[in-house]
């Protein structure tokens, strides 16, 4: 599992792979919504080990303590999940997934709160933990600004604290914390670059970017298992940490996007680059 965190596989440009045989097979649609390898909405498909869940056509990110967010979109090239916040309790600043202290991701899931988050808090005691991270409480934050273009924050409005930070720090973060000696309620907004809304104007669409590790070769105890994976073999590989996996043959190379062996010289696929 830990050689899922210490993955450095070298990406291409591919974004777009046509007419080739997928390898380690993508999963279905969930209602309209393509789900990419490696992540994976049931044993089948997918890597089992980057689990989202799919229920009635819509795609859910579970985590710990019982809360799930809804997945607004998926992006492959920055391994990216962006999924929609908890909104605010009615009449009180709190988030409405406080009973789970709001976000705590699996430490040994390959996810972690993603770079490019700006979050704002709110509803903060004294002894919230402003550092680390590392958050900017001062009435010129963006947060204060977000509060007074949105007047239906309501509660959040009236309490004093609102501070602002952003992911993206050298360490991998796994949560977005919301507690009674901290903060009770939080937005957030992915890549907002921070330019402010006219006055008037809508903000973006609040969302929280959550990344994924680039996945390793599949893990197999046999050829058969190894099926999928068009030109490879069930060996311990250099990178496969010990344990056996489908390792490409001499002239491929495993192309984590999309989950297949791809030839290192002349393609037999349409590969379109950016
Ligand atoms: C985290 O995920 C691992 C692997 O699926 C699982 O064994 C473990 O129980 C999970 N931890 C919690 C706290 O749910
Ligand atoms: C807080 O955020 C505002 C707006 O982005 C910025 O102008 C200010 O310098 C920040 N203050 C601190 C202490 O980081
Ligand atoms: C910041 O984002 C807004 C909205 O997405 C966009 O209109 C604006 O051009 C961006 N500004 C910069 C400096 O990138
Ligand atoms: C390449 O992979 C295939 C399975 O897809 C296997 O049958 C073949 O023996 C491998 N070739 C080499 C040279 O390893």
């Not at 974004?15 to 044993?43: D, E, I």
């Not at 996810?111 to 402003?130: E, M, V």
């Not at 977000?146 to 004093?160: F, T």
């Not at 609102?162 to 977005?176: A, D, F």
Request: one cysteine or more; hydrophobic letters at 35%.
């Amino acid at each position: 599992m830990e050689q899922h965190k210490i993955t450095t596989l070298v990406f291409t440009n591919v974004v777009l792979l046509l007419s080739c045989a997928m390898a380690a097979p993508r999963c279905a649609n969930c209602g309209p919504n393509p789900v990419p390898y490696p992540l994976s909405t049931g044993p089948e498909c997918g890597d089992p080990w980057y689990k989202i869940r799919c229920t009635m056509g819509t795609l859910w990110f579970d985590v710990l303590a019982g809360s799930s967010y809804m997945i607004r979109s998926i992006d492959l090239t920055s391994r990216r999940i962006i999924i929609r916040p908890a909104t605010l309790e009615r009449g009180v600043c709190m988030s409405t997934d406080f009973h789970s202290e709001g976000i705590h991701l699996n430490e040994t899931l390959p996810f972690s709160i993603g770079a490019g988050n700006t979050i704002f808090q709110f509803n903060c005691t004294p002894n919230a933990p402003h550092a680390p991270p590392l958050m900017n409480c001062t009435t010129s934050s963006l947060c204060h600004r977000y509060i007074s273009d949105n007047p239906e924050v309501g509660a959040c409005g009236r309490v004093s604290t609102c501070c602002e930070y952003r992911t993206g720090g050298v360490r991998k973060e796994y949560m977005i914390g919301v507690h009674g000696g901290g903060c009770a309620a939080y937005q957030s907004f992915v890549d907002y670059n921070g330019t402010v809304a006219p006055l008037g104007k809508r903000w973006p669409e609040p969302g929280i970017a959550v990344e994924w590790v680039a996945p390793l070769e599949p893990i197999c105890k046999g050829a058969m298992d190894c099926k999928e994976v068009v030109n490879s073999e069930c060996v311990v590989g250099p990178t496969s940490g010990g344990v056996k996996r489908c390792i490409c043959n001499a002239t491929f190379k495993w192309d984590p996007i999309n989950g297949l062996c791809q030839p290192l010289t002349q393609s037999k696929c349409n590969l379109f680059h950016t």
